[in-house]
Structure formats: structure tokens, C-alpha cells
């Protein structure tokens, strides 16, 4: 069944503008206003550029492009070796200026990230005007631009940002979606390379309306499951939910035997053991889990792994062990030469409930 | 042991207390009933370690004993079974065999002795009421109570027991719900809370009438009584925020308006609301009400106007409008009241006509509007 959001959801992509080579020009006021790319200088072997500056841009200058044909294309380029400690930094203030306006940040690298803002943490009001205060503060705080897109999903935040870089800031309601994927030339839809565009273009297909017009079937012919990803985000559809990364997914330990274990009570005791450390792992996070999965290695290092989950949380040393006595049982485990046992707790529930408890920007309380 | 029970019968009581089981719980033998025959009687008990649900049945039954069947595939065979006695043979491995007219079918049920003890009903104070003033009681309450775990003692419905009334109170933190009744009367005063999860059970095993109900309370459970039916379950140990100070005394501006119409018109306008708020400003001036939603991302936007009495000064005060349509939900009169004061204070819904022996009012805090 094709699960449509029953809200609409307000997507921003933020983009930092030319992310390595922008950090190295507001840190040394010697390379502003210069052509620079950050990356391998072409003195060594196949160095390559990782980011341009826009004065380096102007001249061709590409992020992946070898040093050589850099140099070739503007041969005033200063060539500045990267700082990823210094990056990584900011890109944590950046993150941290997102936190403010909402909870749920998709990091894609050290420059990008989606934000979902449909839960307007301060009450601003509007996406549009979320996003612009976000650009503001990246400007105001840490000397750089970025570029924002705003939609009702990735896909289109996503290109929404890079419309009108640097510095831009494009929202794409949802009105214009079809219209705008209509136009848009195939090479610019994600996870469309050079060769699946070749691969396009010879079937005549050049932008998105042309893709429009195909079945799901024929897109699934051509494409494999890709093509239905095609078939969807051309119709404005892409309900990819923006996933914050979470701490801890999951908590467990295994143990290694100096022998093959071959006997039921032998297994047992070691899943007690192994037990006690998975309890004594998840009190240190206070964590408790739904999920508990068992691992075994046997001695032909072929693996095992089965799971099964709960309506309420494994939270003691008891019900972790008759779950894993059973799952460890279901493999009639009885004379097979068993190397390596684990336990795994996973499905925290605290992380997936987080949204709802939360309240609407601008509710008061009673108390 | 033996026993021949009406299938439907079964089942019909069966569904009362079914409710109480999860499905995949960390103790298997929480996803059984547990059956207790003794002379003619079948007692069955459904339990999650927080409430305990028993119904008890007359069947025909020659010796006493005890078993536990997994509850499902029990529920899934009766009710396809058409009405007819059923026999129920139950072997020393507990191993249940289930005769109809149809055939025959096995299922492996527990040992009884693994099944948890109940509560024992030790230090209660009792009182009575009517099955259809408890039920109105939870319906006019549950709705309004939190769903956040953090802040446990806001998660169920306080009650509060006093020689001439009992009060039930509910909130979120954002509204609160006080439900009174004069028609029941408690040996002294009192307090707990009930967790949701029974109340809703109690909601649909209880019926709509005079049927006289008892309920029991010591310091960490609760027990409700109805005939055959049984429920105890175990309190919140926490304390209710004190409520009463947050109901303003004297909210000034009184609108008066059409209970349905005014439902109609939030569930109309609010489709066009900013989904995370849900906010519809109210506009009140003279005898009319203005609603206005609007999401400017989107270009959402929802007017109307409708007819009401006023008095007071012209206000405009926002709200989440589904809170405002679940509290009209609690209100039987044609009209509600709707008292308020200023932009960031509660307002007071109210309905115009209440029997004697009720009352109903409900606290609900603004939304700040956006510039």
C-alpha cells in the first residue's frame, strides 16, 4: 500500500556555499576575493580539487577534478591543503544554529543537511522565514553563506537549493511541484548518474515529463526498482522521512569460545554470561529495548542471526534470557558445533515516540 | 477435567476482558486466559501485571480445575463458531480439546500455577455508583489526559472522592476536564488516579445503565465490581498538579454559542490550519465570531463567520482547534458557554444546561498568535 503523509511536511536542504574553500578564505583574509581550491595540490599524484571557491568556479574549476586540469583552467589558483578538524568544527556550530529551530536534522555531510520544520519549534511561522533565519545566523555568527531549499519533501528541497547558489534561498510550494519536475532535465534528479542519463536520453527521455509519460511497469523494466523511485518522485512524490541519526541503535555483546560449544547446557550458561553483560551495557545507557536478536557463529564461521520482538520492553536480566534460551532453541542447536553466541537489544522506544509527547510551538500550559 | 459452556456466551464475555492482553509480551503466559471451573461456575481471568480483568459464567462441570489457554487462537475459534455448547476437555499436560458439532479442535494450554496472583483487596474503602454515571464519568474525562510518560501522574484520570460528590479530573497540561457528580457519595474524602488503559477497558465492558457498580480502593489498586465482571488495576503512584489553582475565578467575556455549529465551523476552518498547531484564531466582536486558519508556506487559508452572544470587549484568542472540538464533544447541551479573559489566558467552556446532579468544566490555554 502507498503511504501518503497525512500531513504536509515542510522540508529545508540547507547547502553550505562552497563549504572547505569558504572556512579557508574567512580564516586567512589572504586567499578572499582569490581563486583557491582546497584538496590535493598537483605537485603529488593525482591530486584532486574538493571544493572551488567561486572566484575558482568562474574560471571551470570543479570539485573532483584533477589539480592538473585545474591549474590548466586558471593558473592563478591557490591551491590550500585541508583542515577537516576545522571543518568538522564548524560544521557542529552550524548543526548547533539548526537544533534551535527544530529536532529533526537529516546531517548528509559536513556542508548538507535536511531539516524537517513542519513542527515549528519557535513558533515562526513559516518555513520560508525558518530558513531564512537559519541563513542569517550562519551569516551573522560563523562569516558564511548557505543555500536553502524549501518543499514539502527531500527531493525537491533538495534541488529547490541549489537553484539559486550561492547564498540563495528558493521555495518550491506544492502548487509548482509537477510543473517544475515536468521541466527539470533528468541528470538533475537524485540518484540519476551519468550513465543511468545516457541510458535515458537514449530512450528519449529528457526531463521529467518525458519520464512522466511512462508506465511504472516500463520504468521498472528499464530501471529495476530505481525505476520505481523515478516513476514516484516525477508525480512530486517522495515520502523519505528526514531520519535524524540516533545515538544508539543498539546494545548487545557476544562471546567467543576457546572450544566449539556443543551441548545445550553449555550454550546456556554462555547466554547467561553474555546475558548479564548486555543487562549491565543497557542499565550504564538506561536504555530498554522491544527487540532481542541472538547471533551464532558456528564452527565453519557460518552465521546465524534471529530475532523477535515485543509489545513491551526486555528490561531484566530474566526476560532477556528465556527470550534468548528460546530463539537459541529454535535452531535445534543440540550437537552443532557453536563458536560465538551474542545477544542484541535494539527498537529503543524513547527515540521513536520523541515527536509526539512534544507540543505545538505557541501552546501555553497550565502548568 | 470437563466442562460444556454456551460457545457465545463464552465469547461474549470473553470479549469483555480480552482487551487487557498484549499481543508478543516478554511472558508468554500474559497472552493467555486463565481458566478456573469449579462447581458449575468458570471463572476467567485476563491479566497484563497492571490490570486484571474476571468475568465469571454458569456452565456444566462436574469436577474443578484449572487451566491457561492462549487467548487468541481461543477468540479466533469462537467467533467462528456458531452458538452451540462446547466441550471443553482439558488433560493432565494441559492439553485442551474443544468438541462442537463441527469437529474438533487441540490446542497446548499452560500450567495455572505459572499465572500471576492478582491483587489482594486487603485495607479498601468501598463505595457505589451507577454503571452509566462511572461510564459518562470516563467518556466526559479520558479524551483530555496526557499521553506523556514523563510526567506520569497526568497519564490517567484523577478521582476525587468526597461524602457528598465524586470529582474526576483529567489533563495534558495544555486543558483539563473536571467532571463532578452529586449522585454518588464515598465514605470520606479521597484521591487516585486511574491509568488509561482500564478506564477504556471499563468504557466498553460496562453497560450504559442503572446497574449498580462497586468500587474499591486501598492505597496501590483499585477494583470495580459489576455482577459478574471484575477489574482491578494498579494506581499511579504520583501526585495530580494542583489543578484548582489554574481555574481562573472570574473570566469577564461570556460568548454564548450553537454547541454543533460552532463544531461544525472549527472542523471546516481548521483543514486549512498549520497542521503542527492546528491554530484557529477567534475573532469576537459585537454578536459575531469570526474563525480564521491559515498556513502561509502552503497558502492555506479558512474564514468564518458565525453568530453568537457577546459580552465583553472585542478579542481576538487562538486555539488549537482540536482541542476546542474534543471538548465540545463533552458538552450535551445545544449551547456552550465560552468564558475568557485575555489572548494568553484559559478560556472556560461550559455547557448552558446541565442535570442537577452534573457538572462539567473545561479549561483550555491559548495559542500564542503569530505576528
Redesign the interface.
Known amino acids: 500500500m502507498e503511504e501518503t503523509p497525512k500531513?504536509?511536511r515542510?522540508i529545508i536542504h540547507i547547502d553550505m556555499d562552497a563549504f572547505y574553500a569558504s572556512v579557508e578564505q574567512r580564516d586567512n583574509p589572504d586567499l578572499r576575493g582569490k581563486p583557491i581550491a582546497v584538496g590535493g595540490s598537483p605537485q603529488g599524484r593525482g591530486g584532486v580539487v574538493a571544493t572551488a571557491s567561486y572566484e575558482a568556479r568562474k574560471f571551470g574549476v570543479r570539485s573532483a577534478m584533477p589539480s592538473k586540469r585545474a591549474i590548466q583552467l586558471c593558473p592563478a589558483i591557490i591551491f590550500v591543503k585541508p583542515r577537516f578538524e576545522a571543518y568538522k568544527e564548524v560544521s557542529r556550530q552550524v548543526r548547533a544554529i539548526f537544533e534551535r529551530y527544530t529536532d529533526i536534522i537529516e546531517p548528509l555531510s559536513l556542508d548538507e543537511a535536511y531539516l524537517d520544520v513542519?513542527?515549528?519549534k519557535q513558533?515562526?511561522?513559516?518555513?520560508?522565514d525558518i530558513a531564512t533565519a537559519i541563513k542569517g545566523a550562519i551569516r551573522n555568527e560563523l562569516g558564511l553563506t548557505a543555500s536553502a531549499g524549501?518543499s514539502i519533501n527531500k527531493f525537491i528541497a533538495k534541488i529547490a537549493s541549489d537553484m539559486h547558489k550561492p547564498d540563495g534561498i528558493t521555495?518550491i510550494?506544492?502548487?509548482r511541484i509537477e510543473r517544475f519536475v515536468s521541466d527539470l532535465p533528468v541528470e538533475k534528479f537524485h540518484g540519476v548518474g551519468k550513465v543511468t542519463a545516457e541510458k535515458m536520453k537514449n530512450l528519449g527521455l529528457h526531463t521529467g515529463g518525458d519520464i512522466k509519460k511512462l508506465s511504472e511497469q516500463e520504468l521498472r523494466k528499464h530501471f529495476g526498482k530505481a525505476g520505481s523511485f523515478y516513476y514516484k518522485i516525477v508525480r512530486g512524490i517522495d515520502n523519505r522521512p528526514v531520519e535524524p541519526e540516533q545515538e544508539t541503535k543498539s546494545i548487545g555483546a557476544e562471546d567467543t569460545f576457546p572450544y566449539d560449544l556443543t551441548k545445550l547446557e553449555e550454550m546456556e550458561l554462555a547466554l547467561e554470561k553474555i546475558t548479564e553483560t548486555v543487562c549491565r551495557r543497557l542499565d550504564k545507557h538506561n536504555l530498554k529495548g522491544k527487540t532481542i536478536t541472538v547471533k551464532i557463529k558456528y564452527s565453519d564461521f557460518k552465521i546465524i542471526t534471529r530475532s523477535?520482538?515485543?509489545?513491551?520492553?526486555?528490561n531484566d536480566h530474566n526476560?532477556i534470557l528465556?527470550?534468548a534460551r528460546e530463539l537459541l532453541e529454535k535452531t535445534e542447536p543440540e550437537g552443532a558445533k557453536i563458536r560465538l553466541l551474542g545477544i542484541t537489544i535494539s527498537n529503543f522506544p524513547s527515540l521513536l515516540?520523541k515527536g509526539?509527547?512534544k507540543?505545538?510551538?505557541?501552546?501555553?500550559?497550565?502548568? | 477435567m470437563k466442562f460444556i459452556v454456551s460457545s457465545s456466551q463464552l465469547l461474549k464475555q470473553l470479549q469483555h476482558i480480552n482487551g487487557v492482553i498484549n499481543a508478543n509480551t516478554v511472558l508468554p503466559i500474559l497472552e493467555d486466559f486463565l481458566f478456573e471451573v469449579d462447581k458449575n461456575k468458570l471463572t476467567v481471568v485476563a491479566t497484563d501485571l497492571e490490570t486484571v480483568m474476571r468475568i465469571q459464567m454458569d456452565i456444566e462441570a462436574k469436577e474443578t480445575g484449572k487451566v491457561c489457554i492462549p487467548a487468541r487462537i481461543l477468540m479466533d475459534s469462537l467467533k467462528n463458531i456458531p452458538d452451540q455448547p462446547l466441550t471443553f476437555n482439558i488433560d493432565k499436560n494441559f492439553s485442551v480439546e474443544i468438541t462442537s458439532d463441527n469437529g474438533k479442535y487441540k490446542v497446548m494450554g499452560e500450567n495455572p500455577d505459572n499465572f500471576p496472583k492478582e491483587p489482594t483487596a486487603d485495607d479498601t474503602t468501598s463505595f457505589t455508583m451507577t454503571a452509566t454515571a462511572l461510564v459518562t464519568a470516563i467518556n466526559k474525562t479520558l479524551f483530555a489526559v496526557s499521553n506523556d510518560d514523563l510526567r506520569p501522574a497526568m497519564t490517567g484520570v484523577f478521582f476525587e472522592l468526597n461524602k457528598d460528590y465524586l470529582q474526576c479530573v483529567a489533563t495534558d497540561a495544555h486543558r483539563l476536564v473536571r467532571y463532578k457528580r452529586t449522585d454518588v457519595s464515598c465514605p470520606k474524602a479521597d484521591s487516585f488516579i486511574v491509568p488509561r488503559k482500564p478506564l477504556n477497558l471499563l468504557k466498553s465492558a460496562l453497560p450504559d445503565n442503572e446497574d449498580e457498580i462497586t468500587l474499591s480502593y486501598n492505597s496501590n489498586h483499585l477494583f470495580v465490581k459489576h455482577g459478574t465482571t471484575q477489574m482491578s488495576c494498579r494506581l499511579i503512584d504520583a501526585r495530580f498538579p494542583d489543578y484548582k489553582v489554574v481555574i481562573p475565578s472570574d473570566n469577564p467575556y461570556k460568548m454564548v454559542v450553537t454547541k454543533s455549529d460552532f463544531q461544525s465551523a472549527l472542523r471546516r476552518v481548521s483543514v486549512f490550519s498549520n497542521k503542527s498547531t492546528n491554530q484557529v484564531a477567534l475573532n469576537i466582536s459585537g454578536s459575531e465570531l469570526q474563525l480564521a486558519a491559515q498556513d502561509v508556506d502552503f497558502s492555506f487559508e479558512g474564514n468564518e463567520r458565525m453568530k453568537c452572544q457577546y459580552d465583553g470587549e472585542d478579542i481576538t484568542i487562538a486555539f488549537n482547534a482540536r482541542f476546542l472540538i474534543e471538548m465540545l464533544n463533552a458538552a450535551d447541551s445545544e449551547e456552550v458557554r465560552l468564558e475568557l479573559s485575555t489572548p494568553t489566558k484559559a478560556g472556560i467552556i461550559k455547557p448552558t444546561e446541565m442535570d442537577d446532579s452534573e457538572d462539567v468544566l473545561m479549561l483550555v490555554m491559548p495559542l500564542m498568535l503569530n505576528q
Not at chain 1, 123 to 128: D, L, P, Q, V
Not at chain 1, 359 to 367: D, K, R
Request: proline residues 5%; hydrophobic residues 40%.
Open positions: 500531513v504536509l515542510k513542519t513542527i515549528d513558533g515562526i511561522g513559516s518555513a520560508i524549501i521555495f510550494g506544492p502548487s523477535k520482538s515485543f509489545s513491551d520492553c526486555l526476560s528465556a527470550a515516540s509526539n509527547g507540543c505545538a510551538p505557541g501552546q501555553l500550559n497550565l502548568f
